[in-house]
């Protein structure tokens, strides 16, 4: 062997090692790539779950408050039902009561006037 040929050949040897080590690192540098951008989406997936789970909390706790306020509300409703009722017995008493007053107001008017005359 010439050389030549000897210096080609370990040129060419050279060059291909060179060659195939950027191609390692280059692949290398993309896997990594891949993974780091796989961790980063399994990363932003969980608190896009975590999120969700408490947007959920949230609104169940929501739909609980509602029934309580639906329930409170009920229970207000009646209570005024039941108030209106009683103001009503008490106007109707307050009535007889102010009729009565009127009754005797005017029999005391009566008998001082039938004592003034007598």
Do not use: N, P, W
Not at 41 to 53: I, K
Not at 74 to 85: F, N, T, Y
């Amino acid at each position: 062997m010439s050389y030549e040929t000897r210096h080609i050949t370990a040129d060419v040897v050279g060059r291909s090692a060179q060659g195939m080590l950027l191609a390692h690192y280059a692949l290398k540098d993309f896997c990594a790539g891949i993974e780091r951008a796989r961790v980063e989406e399994v990363d932003a997936v969980s608190t896009v779950v975590a999120e969700l789970h408490r947007a959920r909390r949230q609104a169940a706790a929501a739909l609980a408050e509602v029934e309580r306020l639906r329930a409170e509300a009920d229970q207000l409703r009646q209570d005024l039902r039941s108030a209106g009722g009683a103001l009503a017995a008490e106007r109707a008493r307050a009535d007889r009561l102010d009729g009565s007053l009127r009754r005797l107001i005017a029999g005391v008017h009566a008998d001082r006037a039938r004592r003034a005359a007598a």
